[in-house]
């Protein structure tokens, strides 16, 4: 997760990290799943049809239509990420939605403080606040993934602060 290189620029990274939701099945595992699925559907069909119950069969085809526009759903879903990267000028969170959509949200890190708030149903939730404004991280993270998350993360704000860090903005 953190990255103690360089950019290349004169800002230098103390952690980067690329939030990505989980997926259980990969692009293969899909059309392996679907193939199964498929072949069983036209078995049954074939033999619902064959024994006279021929109005079965358009029920199986609506199966395979339903569990794949579930599987397109779910991949859209994927595509979101957030991307938070603590640089010595400031700590950016960029959140791109399905759609490709950005919003990103800048923070000053000398006044940034990482809190997980327990009280979640889905475990610790990561929050980043400074001067009123906060922003949860991570939520589609298991809460084992969170915590180790806001770990690294607080570690990586405590390297910043080690002198010489930047200096604080004035206000």
Known sequence: ?????????ASRVFFD?????????GRGGVRALMGVVITLNLLIAGGAWAIGAWPVAPFCGLDVLLLWLAFRVNARAARRYEQVRLTDAD???????ERARERLTRFH?????????????HGPQVTLSSH???????SFLSP???A?????????????RRPPCPPAPAG
């Open 109 to 121: 890190p000398y006044w940034l403080r990482v809190r997980q708030d327990d009280q979640s149903a």
């Open 91 to 97: 700590l950016t969170v960029r959140r791109v939605d």
């Open 1 to 9: 997760m953190p990255s103690d290189g360089s950019t290349g620029g």
């Open 132 to 138: 009123g404004r906060s922003v949860g991280v991570g």
């Open 148 to 160: 180790a998350f806001a770990l690294a993360l607080d570690d990586a704000l405590r390297a910043w």
């Open 17 to 25: 990290a690329i939030l990505h939701p989980h997926r259980s099945l």
């Open 144 to 146: 084992e993934e969170r």
